[in-house]
C-alpha cells in the first residue's frame, strides 16, 4: 500500500523513530512546496560532488560545493539534505521529478530503499540536455514513494548491514566518475580537427584544381593569342598579296596600253607608205 500525505506527516513528525530527520519543516503541510505531497515525499540538495576535483578543492569529497553549473555531459554526485529512517514493514522507491527529468537531467541511482534502511540518499546526476542545468543545496532533487509492507522484513537492512549508513563520499568513489559522462569537449575537439584536416584537404585539392584550372586557361590563352598572331600574320600576306596584284594589274593596264599605240601608228605608218 503506498502511503498518504496524513499518513507521511503522521510518520514524520512523530517523536519516537520519526521518517525523516534533518529537514526543513514546512509552514503549510499541505501546500504545494511542502515535502509531503499527495502519496510521496520530496527530498532535497544537501551537499554536490564534482568528478575531476583534486582532493581538498572545492568540489571534492572533503569540500562539496553549495551550487555547480552542470554543463552538457558533465556528472555530479548528490548528496540529500534529509536522512530517511524506514521501519522493517515500510520501503521506498525514488525517482527524478517530472519538471527535472524534463529538463534531461538523467538520475542513474535513486532507486528502492529497502526496509530499516536508514541515512541520506546519494546518487550521480547527469546533464543530457543542451543547456546548463544548475544544481543548488535546498532545490528538489528526488521524490519518494514510500509503501507500506503487509509483513516486516524477517532480516531488514539493518539486519543485514548493522553498521549504520554514512552519506560521505570517499574521493577514490568520485576519482572512479568520469566529469564528463560522454566526453562532449573530447569529441568537440575530435571534430573541430577533423573538420580542420578535411577543411585541410579540401583546400589542397582545390588549391591543385584552380592551379590545372588556371593553367589550362594560360594554354587556352596562348593558343588564342597564337591563332590571333597567325591570322595577322595572313592578313597582312593577304594585303601584301593584294597590293602586289594590283600592281601587276596597273602595269599589265599600261602595257597594254602601249601595245595598241603602237599597233596604232604602225597601221598609220602603212596607210601613209601606200599612197
Known amino acids: 500500500m503506498i502511503v498518504s500525505d496524513a499518513q507521511l506527516e503522521q510518520l514524520i513528525v512523530q517523536a519516537n523513530n520519526p521518517l525523516l530527520t534533518n529537514f526543513d519543516r514546512p509552514v503549510d503541510w499541505r501546500s504545494k512546496d ?7 515525499i520530496d527530498l532535497h540538495i544537501g551537499v554536490i560532488f564534482q568528478p575531476g576535483c583534486k ?6 569529497a572533503s569540500a562539496p560545493k553549495q551550487e555547480l553549473v552542470l554543463r552538457t555531459g558533465q556528472t555530479a554526485i548528490v548528496a540529500t539534505q534529509e536522512s530517511i529512517h524506514l521501519p522493517s ?19 542513474t541511482n535513486p532507486g528502492h530503499i529497502d526496509p530499516g534502511y536508514s541515512g541520506g540518499l546519494q546518487f550521480t546526476v547527469i546533464n543530457m540536455g543542451r543547456e546548463d542545468y544548475v544544481l543548488r543545496t535546498k532545490d528538489l532533487i528526488v521524490t ?17 548491514h548493522p553498521i549504520p549508513v554514512v552519506a560521505k563520499i570517499d574521493q577514490s568513489e568520485l576519482d572512479r566518475l568520469s566529469p564528463d559522462f560522454i566526453d562532449v569537449q573530447k ?38 593569342d597564337e591563332l590571333k598572331n597567325r591570322v595577322t600574320q595572313v592578313e597582312d600576306q593577304n594585303a601584301s598579296l593584294s597590293k602586289e596584284l594590283s600592281d601587276t594589274r ?26
Open 34 to 40: 511542502s515535502l509531503v505531497q499527495p502519496c510521496s
Open 55 to 60: 582532493p581538498g578543492k572545492r568540489g571534492s
Open 89 to 107: 514493514d515500510y520501503a521506498g522507491f525514488g525517482f527524478p521529478p517530472s519538471h527535472i527529468s524534463s529538463r534531461a537531467l538523467l538520475m
Open 144 to 160: 519518494v514513494l514510500i509503501f507500506k509492507l503487509d509483513t516486516a522484513s524477517i532480516a531488514d537492512y539493518s539486519v543485514r
Open 187 to 224: 569529441r568537440a575537439t575530435s571534430i573541430a580537427k577533423r573538420t580542420l584536416g578535411i577543411a585541410t584537404v579540401g583546400a589542397s585539392i582545390l588549391t591543385v584544381l584552380l592551379s590545372l584550372l588556371v593553367n589550362a586557361i594560360e594554354k587556352r590563352v596562348d593558343g588564342v
Open 250 to 275: 596597273d602595269q599589265l593596264k599600261s602595257q597594254m596600253d602601249l601595245e595598241r599605240r603602237i599597233i596604232l601608228l604602225e597601221s598609220k605608218k602603212t596607210v601613209g607608205t601606200s599612197k
